[in-house]
Nanobody, 123 residues
Framework: QVQLVESGGGLVQAGGSLRLSCAGS????????MGWFRQAPGKEREFVAA????????YYADSVKGRFTISGDNAKNTVYLQMNSLKPEDTAVYYC????????????????WGRGTQVTVSS
C-alpha cells in the first residue's frame, strides 16, 4: 500500500523559512513524479512544485519561483520543499503527491496523496 506522509509544517513569521518533507513508502518512487500542492481555506488546491526523479526536472508555480526549492533523496524515497522568504499568503495545508510516470496536466490526475501538513505564516 502506497503511503505519503508529510512533515515539517508549523507557524513561522513572514520572511522566515520552513522545510517540508514527504516520506513515501509502499514502492520505489524512482520512476515517479513527486509534487507539492497547497490549499488555503475557501480556495481550490493549487500546484506549488514538482520534480521528476529520472530527468531531474523541476517545475514551480510562478508564485513561489525564487523562494521555494523542491528536491529529493531517491534512496530515502523522500522529497523536500524548502520554503524561504515566506509570506502570509503562503498559509495553507501543504500536500505531497506522486504520479507515474510523470507530471500530469491536472491536479486530479495525480495518483497518490498525503494527508497534508499545515503551514501558517504570520505577518
Amino acid at each position: 500500500q502506497v503511503q505519503l506522509v508529510e512533515s515539517g509544517g508549523g507557524l513561522v513569521q513572514a520572511g522566515g523559512s520552513l522545510r517540508l518533507s514527504c516520506a513515501g513508502s509502499g514502492r520505489t518512487f524512482s520512476n515517479y513524479a513527486m509534487g507539492w500542492f497547497r490549499q488555503a481555506p475557501g480556495k481550490e488546491r493549487e500546484f506549488v512544485a514538482a520534480i521528476t526523479w529520472n530527468a531531474g526536472s523541476t517545475y514551480y508555480a510562478d508564485s513561489v519561483k525564487g523562494r521555494f526549492t523542491i528536491s529529493g533523496d531517491n534512496a530515502k524515497n523522500t522529497v523536500y520543499l524548502q520554503m524561504n522568504s515566506l509570506k502570509p499568503e503562503d498559509t495553507a495545508v501543504y500536500y505531497c503527491a506522486a504520479n507515474w510516470p510523470g507530471v500530469p496536466r491536472t491536479t486530479a490526475q495525480w495518483d497518490y496523496w498525503g494527508r497534508g501538513t499545515q503551514v501558517t505564516v504570520s505577518s
